[in-house]
C-alpha cells in the first residue's frame, strides 16, 4: 500500500519561502516519478514539479525559477522548496506518485495522492 504524507505547509507573507516534505512509504524506490500539484477551490488541480528515482525532474512554466523539487531516496522523501511566495500560491499542495521512471506534471498521469498541506500567504 502506498502512502504519501506531506508536511512544512502554512502561512507565509509575501516574498517569504516555505519547504514541503512528502515522505513515502509501500513502494520500491527503483522506478517511481514524486510530483507537486496544488488546488485552489473550485478550481482544476495544478502540476507544479515533478522528480523521477533517476533525478529526472519537470517544472511547470508558472513555478520555474521560484520552486525547486529534490529528493532523499534512502528516505523516501521529496521536498519542494518554495521562494519568493505570492498570494496567488495559496492552495493545497499535494504531492503524488507514479509509477514510471518518466515524468509529468499532469495530475491523471499520478495513481497515488497525499491528503495534502495547506500554504496560505498574504499580501
Known amino acids: 500500500q502506498v502512502q504519501l504524507v506531506e508536511s512544512g505547509g502554512g502561512s507565509v507573507q509575501t516574498g517569504g519561502s516555505l519547504r514541503l516534505s512528502c515522505a513515502g512509504s509501500?513502494?520500491?524506490?527503483?522506478?517511481?516519478?514524486i510530483g507537486w500539484f496544488r488546488q485552489v477551490p473550485g478550481k482544476q488541480r495544478e502540476g507544479l514539479a515533478s522528480?523521477?528515482?533517476?533525478?529526472?525532474?519537470v517544472y511547470a512554466n508558472s513555478v520555474r525559477g521560484r520552486f525547486t523539487i529534490s529528493q532523499d531516496n534512502a528516505k523516501k522523501t521529496v521536498f519542494l522548496q518554495m521562494n519568493n511566495l505570492e498570494p496567488e500560491d495559496t492552495a493545497m499542495y499535494y504531492c503524488a506518485a507514479r509509477p514510471k521512471l518518466y515524468c509529468t506534471v499532469n495530475p491523471v498521469d499520478f495513481d497515488y495522492w497525499g491528503q495534502g498541506t495547506q500554504v496560505t500567504v498574504s499580501s
Open positions: 522528480i523521477s528515482t533517476s533525478q529526472f525532474t
Open positions: 509501500g513502494y520500491s524506490s527503483g522506478a517511481y516519478c
